[in-house]
């Protein structure tokens, strides 16, 4: 329908018309040391007002709407809390666009109401913004978790108009910081190389980080980011904003830096190729935008994260975790059931828990010999395991561990039974050729019968496998053949393909949790695809990689660090590298340890010491995976990594450290390292751990040390050429 001159008439009357409002409303959202402050204006429209430290008398944040007076071209209405296209003298990026049933591209958003709520222990306020013409709505949730200094935004958006409206982009949430210069990391990366940081100071303009991959969303990018607030911030001081877009899909963040150099942050789904036609009466949720702002540096930041996971959304955040012996590394595709049987004495000489099967352990017709075939047939392969995964899963259990597998039930081999018989269950484009990613396409998981068969392959397995203790979930491929059959023939726009498949994954998933709410899960994607936060109340764990050489791993694991408790990153002992077998198990122990070799095979002294390293594991676990993190030397500027965990009640606390340059040794490497998150009252015995066959450590056991000193003065683990990985174990008398 044309948008027509009467109708034009009509909303302008009405604009001037809207009575001025001489009292604002003043809406806090506050955690223990956090504010984001919003406040209506004269016309009832709601602006950010401050985003910093939490004010200690919070009458006093009314006045801080009157101390901007912001001049130039719509530099006086940039700090809206939700930014719109059409209506407003705003020259910033748009959180929502939007085209109303009758044709109008505008929107003018005016509060309406809030409330406040508690939920899960934390404080959800809820405010309700509504079109001056319009019976369009959006609903802003901001939830302040208090003690973890964590905000988790998002918005919900619906109508009651008369006909479909077509929402053109729609974010989680806008923010507005009133600094003056702002300093970003983001992530760049590839296969084996995730995770790479990127610092860019951020002037006048726009500055997008973005995936438009629909699944692996952290192949090349990541969501994850960190924005320093007027100085580059140190793992001790400065202001920086930490988060990420929990969204397991395309996701698009937003710096827009304006004339006055104040930064304006968009966050949400991206709307690349994704115009969504919503329907009145039916509400349209977003992804949540989940962020931490520390005023004392990174790693206050990125604890404040890796509490929020252990205690709100990792899946058994606060429990335990399986240590594992997979046979990828060791056998690839080629193994029979006795070969897998033999393996499983080496994993119970390790003193692993548990042996993971992985790929290529199904296909009949087209056998899984090697990645281009067999993907979707979800059948033993008689060939390789006559007696079935029952026999696998009996074996293990009479070995004293127990039996995990791999599976990647989003995938299809077009040489498949699957393919041959369900062609329409696949995302692909019929009147183009078919582009494969690892010789597989993505099935299409907007279909509810695509969503039951993937339900039905990790519910079939368990129902015939009732021990089965453990999967591992992989996705190799992104999407490139964006065309769902399922849509085309409801007459559902091809345009919801990407968020409609990843709301279909999250349905499997819940189905999956419903009826097996505790079995342990990996998130793995070809490596370190996916990593989201809304994929993590799934998953127990997630692969951060494939590339395992620890030097490289060292680097990898430092920067998932910022975001994710350790107790959710799975490291596996391979290989991979020139870095002896010690370097290799220190660095994996840094985690949720895993092995990933012919552990059968082992050389007595090598055995011996995976067996003793195992039992020292076992003993600090616990510490690593629940206590604080704390990064002690950066191997960005010195020649070693140092990272330590502290228990909570500070009694006890495990040292990592890292030669990461065989160069040479400089005197950087040499000097003594300051720790943290000790009691400075409390006197403490240093041992060292995971000492090679006879090797003996140069350390003075015997000595004890107040941590006053051990923060003030420091420690030198005495890493060398020759001792170039050392784990130190702290623990008060």
């Known amino acids: 329908m044309n948008f027509t001159k009467k109708a034009l008439g009509f909303i302008t009357a009405f604009i001037f018309s809207v009575p001025v409002f001489s009292q604002s409303l ?31 008398t919070p009458e006093e944040y009314a006045a801080a709407g009157g101390m901007y007076h912001l001049t130039g071209d719509g530099g006086s209405s940039n700090n809206s809390a939700f930014t719109v296209a059409g209506i407003d003298n705003n020259f910033s990026e748009p959180a929502i666009t939007v085209v109303h049933a009758d044709g109008n591209h505008s929107l003018d958003l005016r509060y309406e109401n809030k409330t406040v709520t508690n939920e899960d222990g934390a404080l959800l306020t809820k405010i309700t913004l509504k079109d001056a013409v319009y019976p369009f709505y959006v609903d802003l949730f901001f939830k302040a978790w208090k003690e973890e200094d964590v905000i988790e935004q998002w918005s919900v958006i619906r109508h009651t108009e008369k006909g479909t409206v077509t929402l053109n982009k729609y974010a989680s949430a806008n923010l507005y910081f009133y600094n003056k210069d702002y300093y970003l990391t983001s992530y760049n990366g590839s296969w084996a190389k995730e995770m790479q940081p990127e610092h860019t100071q951020l002037k006048q303009g726009m500055h997008t980080i973005q995936s438009r991959l629909g699944t692996r969303e952290n192949l090349i990018g990541s969501p994850n980011f960190m924005l320093a607030l007027d100085a580059p911030a140190t793992e001790t001081s400065g202001t920086v904003l930490l988060g990420q877009i929990a969204w397991n899909g395309n996701y698009s963040i ?138 696998l899963v009996n074996e293990a259990g009479k070995q004293g561990i127990k039996f995990g597998i791999w599976i990647e039930p989003e995938m299809v081999n077009p040489k498949s039974e699957l393919y041959e018989k369900h062609l329409d269950w696949v995302l692909r484009e019929p009147q183009r050729p078919e582009i494969y990613y690892r010789n597989q396409l993505v099935l299409d998981l907007t279909n509810p019968q ?65 009826k097996y709410p505790t079995v342990p899960m990996m998130l793995c994607s070809g490596g370190g695809g996916r990593s989201d936060y809304s994929s993590l109340k799934y998953f127990t764990e997630f692969w951060l990689s494939d590339d395992t050489d620890p030097l490289e791993r060292v680097f990898i694991q430092w920067n998932y660090s910022y975001y994710y408790p350790a107790i959710a990153m799975c490291n596996h002992v ?26 059968n095979e082992l050389k007595p002294e090598d055995r011996a010491f995976c067996q003793q390293a195992v039992k020292n594991y076992n003993n600090f676990k616990d510490i690593v995976w629940h206590g604080e993190m704390y990064r002690l030397a950066d191997p960005y500027e010195k020649d070693l990594a140092s990272i330590m965990f502290v228990s909570s009640d500070r009694n006890k606390a495990v040292m990592f450290n890292y030669l990461t340059n065989n160069r040479y040794i400089s005197e950087a490497a040499v000097d003594p390292i300051l720790l943290r998150g000790l009691d400075p009252a409390k006197k403490y015995r240093i041992r060292e751990l995971n000492l090679y066959d006879k090797q003996k450590t140069t350390l003075d056991e015997s000595k004890t040390y107040s941590g006053d000193f051990l923060m003030t003065i420091g420690f030198n683990p005495n890493v060398t050429s020759s001792r170039t990985s050392v784990v130190l174990s702290i623990e008060a008398l």
């Not at 009466?281 to 252990?310: C, D, H, K, M, V």
């Not at 969503?451 to 999407?479: H, R, T, Y």
């Open 450 to 514: 695509v969503q039951d068969f993937v339900f039905g392959v990790v519910d079939g397995l368990f129902k015939k496998n009732p021990e089965l203790a453990f999967i591992k979930w992989d996705c190799n491929a992104p999407v490139f053949n964006g065309h769902s059959r399922y849509l085309e023939k409801n007459k559902i726009p091809q345009s919801h393909l990407y968020v409609e498949y990843t709301r279909g994954l999250e349905k499997v998933l819940q189905r999956i949790r419903d």
């Open 574 to 599: 391979t290989d991979w590298g020139k870095q002896p077998l010690k370097y290799r198990v220190d660095v994996a122990s840094m985690g949720k340890l895993g092995f990933d070799i012919r552990a």
């Open 26 to 56: 003043t809406i806090p959202v506050e955690t223990q040391h956090v504010a984001v402050v919003l406040q209506t204006d004269k016309n009832n429209h709601l602006k950010i007002i401050h985003t910093g430290k939490k004010l200690q």
């Open 254 to 391: 937003q710096f827009e830096t304006d004339i006055n150099k104040k930064m304006h942050l968009v966050a949400g789904i991206n709307p690349y190729q994704s115009a969504y036609d919503l329907k009145p009466g039916i509400s349209f949720e977003t992804p949540r935008f989940t962020y931490t702002l520390s005023f004392t540096g990174t790693g206050t930041g990125s604890r404040n994260l890796q509490a929020w996971l252990r205690n709100h959304q990792l899946l058994d955040g606060k429990g335990q975790r399986l240590t594992l012996l997979n046979n990828w590394e060791a056998t690839y595709f080629d193994f029979d059931q006795e070969k897998l049987v033999g393996l499983f004495k080496g994993a119970k000489d390790l003193g692993v828990d548990l042996f993971l099967l992985d790929d290529g352990w199904f296909g009949n017709k087209y056998p899984r010999n090697g990645d281009n075939a067999g993907l979707g047939d979800w059948q033993e392969n008689k060939k390789k395991l006559p007696d079935g995964i029952p026999y």
